[in-house]
């Protein structure tokens, strides 16, 4: 989770989360509302209400986006996918998922019902202006309710086409699971359209451009580089969990914990230890040898140069009962929901011991081992 995301609350029973660029999406939507939209529709409105309506049509666009995650976040609960939180950001928004659907029908579902809320969402907005417009009240808001409407249908649209990482891709990957029965690959498939529509966007964004047409050719072609490349980590991502399927936190955790004295300073510990040592996590143990937490040297990296030599590890080290622990027959694609990017303290609960540590850079190479390296670019030459 970014430092810059303030969590506003739960719903159904998921943190929600609004990252600062809200703050301009909402900006930049009100304004155009309220110099625009608004004059236009209803040029005798009073400047408070235009003020009023144009931050209230700007909210209710941002609350159409999380409404869509949250069409997502519901129905993946339902299908047993637990979801670890919504974010919403000015390029839209996100229900983060702990786990992937077991059946293609329930991936399906989840998949269908965020641009089932966005055209929902769109007919009701489109609904509220023509009854407006009927009864010959309140153009402000007719046009306000129109331009929500007409954005949230064509957000479902969009969404809808049949390319990863978007809603549709999603749907494409489900219905071909469901027919091949071969999830691997179905993603593959998804992906690859994902790639094909991204550097379609790119080679159309690119000729607008040519032939003069300027921020919307450049506009176009980021947003099909964006596509292309979240394809392909999805890809990898996948690649990644299924090979990883099975595997328990013993077999690859690392059984060697590197130890530090609580008591060294910074400055020690990065030019005694970690100059020498190739570890990136660390515990830290009292004088008595008591496990008091665990170090990162990227943690480190963020302290000014000069507090290095004043500041010890106790202070700095994350407190042993905040580091997230694991047993050693855990699997580990559970234990990385819990984790996030951090490493994981291995315990056997019974013998009250330390067996180990899984970081990173150990489920990365178990993935490696297990998928092999990612695939080289092909070669076009006659003998390749
Ligand atoms: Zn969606």
Redesign the pocket.
């Given at each position: 989770m970014l430092r810059s995301d303030v969590r506003i609350g739960r719903i159904a029973g998921v943190p929600v989360y609004l990252n600062w660029t809200v703050v301009v999406l909402v900006w930049l939507l009100g304004s155009m509302f309220i110099t625009r939209v608004l004059p236009d529709a209803d040029p005798g409105l009073a400047p408070g209400a235009r003020l009023v309506l144009g931050l209230a049509g700007a909210a209710a666009f941002v609350g159409s986006i999380l409404a869509?995650?949250v069409g997502?976040a519901v129905m993946a609960k339902r299908g047993g996918v637990p979801v670890d939180s919504i974010r919403v950001w000015l390029f839209g928004g996100l229900a983060q998922l702990a786990g992937e659907a077991r059946r293609p029908g329930i991936a399906l579902r989840i998949a269908v019902a965020?641009?089932a809320v966005s055209l929902a969402v769109g007919f009701a907005a489109v609904g509220l202006e023509v009854l407006l417009d009927t009864w010959g009240v309140a153009p402000g808001l007719a046009a306000v309710a129109s331009w929500l409407g007409r954005i949230n249908l064509l957000l479902a649209a969009l969404?809808l086409l049949p390319a990863l990482p978007l809603?549709g891709g999603r749907v494409l990957e489900a219905a071909l699971w469901w027919r091949w029965g071969d999830r691997d690959r179905a993603v593959r498939t998804a992906a690859g359209a994902g790639r094909v529509l991204g550097y379609g966007l790119v080679a159309v964004g690119a000729f607008v451009l040519l032939r003069g047409g300027g921020f919307g050719g450049l506009w176009l072609g980021l947003i099909g580089f964006f596509l292309a490349s979240s394809a392909r980590l999805e890809a990898e991502g996948h690649r990644a969990r299924s090979a990883l399927a099975g595997t328990t936190v013993g077999e690859v955790m690392s059984p060697v914990v590197p130890t530090v004295p609580s008591y060294l300073t910074v400055e020690e510990f990065l030019r005694d230890h970690v100059a020498h040592q190739p570890h990136a996590t660390w515990t830290v143990r009292s004088w008595g040898g008591e496990l008091e937490g665990v170090v990162s040297a990227a943690r480190l990296a963020g302290l000014p140069t000069e507090r290095r030599a004043l500041v010890h590890l106790r202070e700095v080290a994350v407190p042993i009962d905040q580091v997230p622990w694991a047993r050693p027959d855990e699997l580990v694609l559970d234990v990385l929901g819990r984790a996030a990017d951090a490493a994981v303290l291995v315990v056997d609960v019974e013998q009250q011991q330390l067996r180990g540590m899984l970081s990173p850079a150990d489920v990365h190479r178990a993935i490696l081992q297990r998928a092999g390296a990612p695939r080289a670019p092909r070669s076009w030459s006659p003998v390749g």
């Open positions: 869509h995650e997502h965020g641009p969404n809603d």
